[in-house]
């Protein structure tokens, strides 16, 4: 695995690290929801629900 840094969303090397994670869940059969900020769960900008 690799690496997470903070970059420049400008710079066209940097990639959107909530858009990978989003990519692997639906890739998986998963589903993302994108929410309000006041309908979060939580206070962060990412929350998760594992199921197995």
């Keep these: ?3 997470i840094v903070q970059g420049k969303i400008a710079d066209p090397r940097v990639g959107d690290v909530y858009d990978d994670m989003a990519e692997v869940v639906l890739s998986r059969g998963g589903e993302v929801l994108i929410l309000d900020n006041e309908d ?6 990412i929350a998760a629900v594992y199921r197995y």
């Design 1 to 3: 695995m690799g690496t």
């Design 40 to 45: 979060m769960p939580t206070e962060s900008d």
